[in-house]
């Protein structure tokens, strides 16, 4: 049921074109310069669709839902530690790009959630990717030094 639900969550008329536009990519990038360029994107995107005010981890975590879910780009847990900050996202569109695009597409919500958390004050913490589920249904990135 869930490979079922993610393989359908992107509009058809996109599937096909991002696929293209995924190899076109990847035959003239590496994985690096690919994850590169796919950050800039996120960080364009949360530029363009800033947050609410956010006061507590509660509040991020609705505002962080509130703009993915405009864009029906699935939704976001947030949960402290004492050494960073877990962003779990789940049901990212991500397979439009297809599934060989996987490795470098995160990419784009790692940017989106460095800029974000950056406009709230994160100063010299980094967003980086940590751990991508079964399926690619969610995808851990953390906030740390």
């Not at 796919?38 to 981890?57: D, K, N, T, W």
């Not at 958390?117 to 969610?138: N, R």
């Amino acid at each position: 049921m869930l490979e079922y639900l993610l393989e359908r969550q992107p509009s058809s008329q996109w599937r096909g074109m991002l696929t293209a536009l995924a190899q076109e990519f990847e035959a003239q990038l590496g994985v690096e310069e690919l994850r590169e360029l796919m950050r800039r994107v996120g960080q364009r995107f949360a530029a363009a669709y800033p947050l609410p005010p956010c006061e507590s981890i509660e509040q991020l975590t609705d505002g962080l839902n509130l703009r993915w879910g405009e864009h029906d780009w699935g939704y976001v847990e947030l949960q402290e530690d004492t050494a960073y900050l877990s962003i779990i996202h789940h049901c990212a569109p991500l397979r439009a790009f297809g599934a060989q695009a996987l490795n470098w597409t995160p990419a784009l919500l790692e940017g989106a959630y460095q800029y974000w958390l950056g406009a709230l004050g994160a100063g010299p913490l980094q967003v980086k990717q940590h751990a991508i589920a079964e399926h690619f249904a969610s995808i851990e990135f953390r906030l740390e030094r």
